[in-house]
């Protein structure tokens, strides 16, 4: 039942290239760094990665994507990463954008063996009539678009079915996190992380600070150990390495 790993570099050792990652964290919140940066040492390329955003220039996902080890993204949000623009006009990259409420219950749903469910969200729209630019050819062209979705009326409102995400691995960050894997997520970064974690088939967490079983009660728990399979201890350093993403202040 001890699931802690001696480092982040053993813990993402296996990743083979070409596979399916979902990464919790919502812009620079919660966002599995040390996780990152040490895939970005393994040297896995061809990634397909779920997550909410693909990072910023320098941090997050953007060190990988940076690199050219991003194959594919399924997320929300592509602001804020010049490089990610880049690539996806320039036909580097596959991008399949999602409403972000559908993008979170996708997640949840596919961690929980829900294969499918229907939602009115992008009803009227190319999500659900198809035709959004999935890659681009280097021409600028549009070289794959999205498929059409199946609908379906209830109660006189049409709905668009939209499947479950369920991926090879998941990358999360948690506060607290006891051996067994049972994990605990501060304020914003109870974001994607509780959700990523489910969808994934081998989940590791990097936790700022590592208890023992029975340390947590039942009750703060926010993700059983039944959705991790591993955990990796940051060290005081790595747990306050930070960055906010963008500072508003008062002049």
């Known amino acids: ?39 970005y040492e393994q040297g896995a390329t061809g990634l397909r990665v779920v997550s909410n955003n693909c990072g910023v220039d320098g941090r997050g996902l953007g060190v990988l ?27 580097e990259l596959e991008v399949e954008l999602v409403p972000q409420g559908t993008l979170a219950e996708r997640l949840r749903a596919g961690g929980a ?25 280097p021409d600028g062209s549009v070289a794959l678009a999205s498929p059409a979705k199946e609908t379906r009326d209830f109660h006189g409102r049409t709905h668009v079915l939209e499947h479950g995400i369920t991926t090879d691995y998941a990358l999360v960050r948690a506060w607290r996190g006891d051996r067994h894997g049972n994990l605990v997520f501060r304020r914003a970064a109870a974001n994607f992380n509780p959700l990523a974690a489910m969808a994934g088939r081998i989940t590791v967490a990097e936790v700022e600070e590592l208890v023992e079983p029975g340390e947590l009660s039942p009750d703060e728990v926010q993700l059983p ?21 963008k500072r508003t202040v008062r002049a």
């Open 225 to 245: 150990g039944v959705f991790v399979q591993r955990v990796v201890e940051l060290t005081p350093t790595q747990a306050a390495d930070k960055r906010i993403e």
């Open 65 to 91: 994507l940076a690199a050219g080890r991003i194959a594919r993204v399924t997320g929300s949000y592509v602001g804020e990463n010049k490089e990610f623009a880049r690539q996806y006009l320039s036909g």
């Open 1 to 39: 039942m001890n699931k802690v790993s001696a480092s982040a570099e053993e813990a993402v050792a296996d990743i083979p290239d070409g596979a399916s990652l979902a990464v919790g964290g919502f812009g620079l919140s919660g966002v599995p760094e040390v996780l990152i940066r040490a895939l």
């Open 113 to 137: 063996g829900i294969p499918a469910f229907y939602t009115p969200a992008g009803i009227g729209t190319q999500v659900a009539k198809g035709g959004l630019p999935w890659r681009h050819a």
